[in-house]
């Protein structure tokens, strides 16, 4: 069983598929695992750490996907990729299949099988494996963090001999995994911080975190609060009373995070060009849903935009700004996966392709296109 | 009475000598205040701000300094500046005169009053104006945050599903303004902090803030923990036993922050390109002495120079970075120095020459250098 790692194809990607630590497990398993020349090296991983892990370094691509049987990246592949990977071979991967469609198809005729990572399901046993939650916690962080290198005041309050200086505020909106982590981040710099998120029940987990939580709290709200995390679709008649609060609120913040992403289509927008030229000058806007659209007004995917007087990041592939610990735990959660399809007395691939976990991400399979969101 | 505040003019300079609040503080006092147009602009303040405060715009540096009694700037005036200023013009700034001797003697000859702010004795009445305690620590704020940019792994501990990622390892060498704010940032965001400091009376103010001071802690060390502040010099073979305490612990290190300055000498060098080498790939150094030669071999002022598999920056200016908070204070320190110079009855410029704060800070006067350090 021959487990095949390659430096990732798309120039703006600096993560990689496996650790170090990764390759020594599977080789634990009885797998021959190697890896492109190369491969970690923008995760600060050397070919001599993969080598002492026990794992072989090839000199291209071509020679890394020879006769491999499972392949392991962090995109999906490309169409040289598919060339040199032989018919049946298992590609895991983040393939971001909606809106790729094309790209679906083609792997479906490459014959390749294909298993997207972001399709898993959000049960218990799959947690270790959840590479959209490993990822959106870095890129929570990291929004922080170019937040307050483009900002141009310091994000503590100080108290100094020559007079004191206020705290920066800070607006998160979208209170999941990435929203959480920036609220968590920001905190620790010593930023006033607030969130808003559509699910009434985000209020206490971002008042744990000691975030203030944005919402208008009429009765309608507090119905949907205790309802649980998924709760009914709010009024219109709310909806217009939130949207101005938020609008309201956001002219008083020195940094907005937006965080907002709906699986399979354009990401909402929340921040349009009128609230920028509310904010102040030298405000800056982190827009974390960029690749998807964005949610904010004149974001450009890939740039500091700067509109009006306010700066607005459009960073693309945030995790991969942290990659070195991106590539830690998406390898770790790789691996947690393609463990469970490995038989390990055979030291060999042992798909249940009845399981949930494999339903739910295989995409393609002997020349078709197996899974129900795009089979048809 | 009028008080000029010009658009500084080099292009690395953001910060300005001027805000609203202390704009209107000299009106209060009596005074004119003149700003050139854009002054601000690049610390967040506009024009009207200034206009608000009761200031008036001029629209180039030559209107500005017409007529002025006072020029409050952040850097010392250029050629061209000094043939637009008057003679007998009180022109306060940060002159950093040590090393530019010769642009001393040009001040003097266009017979402008010099008074430098970096020369401000460190005694209690002075404390509010003294701008390179105030602009150091927000040069070892920035530096962490400028760190954590650079830096390709996540700052704190982080337990997720998918595996703990560990705490970032920072070492901050020299405990002075720049190096306790920076060990105080660092451990905001989480990270395991050390520091160094050739004073031993440091380890307690480093211990204080949550880090780890490393020395070597033999029985010389002791006695001088206790001599106070400024210890008597440490002996060759306890510098020696230090140096390769310091130089073992930097291999360990994700983050390396200097700030050890000597007045008027170069900067010390701390960090070797052995002990760089020494470093996992992916660290970063970041040296705030570049602009004295650097603590840091290697580093190149102005660059993100890469050292081995080492980034080490060499940012210039480091409280420009975060200029508006710079702004703010430096603003403040000038104010209440120049504050103490004016009769407020008078509504006038009254300098006693005799008063200690002003002997320190006068460089020249009516054509001659009259700093004893530069005089002669």
Partial sequence: MKIAVPLESDPVEARVALTPE????????????VVQKGAGALSRIPDEAYEKAGATIAKDAKVTFTGADVVLKVRRPNADE????????????????????????AMAEAGITAVTMDFMPRITRAQVMDVLSSQANLAGYQAVIDAAGLFDRAMPMMMTAAGTVSAAKVFVMGA?????????TAKRLGAIVSATDVRPAAKEQVESLGGRFIAVEDEEFKEAETAGGYAKEMSDDYKKKQAELVASHIAKQDIV????????????????????ASMQPGSIVIDLAVERGGNVEGAVAGEVATVG??????????????AATASL??????????ETLIDKEAKALAVDWEDELVKATVLTRDGSIVHPAFAG
Same sequence: chains 1, 2.
Avoid: C, S, W
Avoid at 258 to 268: D, S, Y
């Fill in 257 to 276: 995070i937006t965080t907002a992403l709906i699986p399979g289509r354009p990401a909402p927008k929340l921040v349009t060009k009128e609230m920028l």
């Fill in 22 to 33: 990764t390759a020594k497990r599977f080789i634990g398993l009885g797998a021959e695992v």
């Fill in 176 to 184: 999941g995994v990435a929203g959480l982590q920036a609220i968590a």
């Fill in 82 to 105: 598919l060339k040199a990977i032989k018919k049946g071979t298992l590609v895991v991967a983040t393939m971001d299949p909606f809106g790729h469609e094309d790209d679906v198809k």
């Fill in 329 to 338: 735990l998406y390898a770790k959660n790789l691996y947690a996966f393609v």
């Fill in 309 to 322: 007087d306010v700066k607005v990041a459009g960073y693309l592939n945030v995790p991969g700004r942290i």
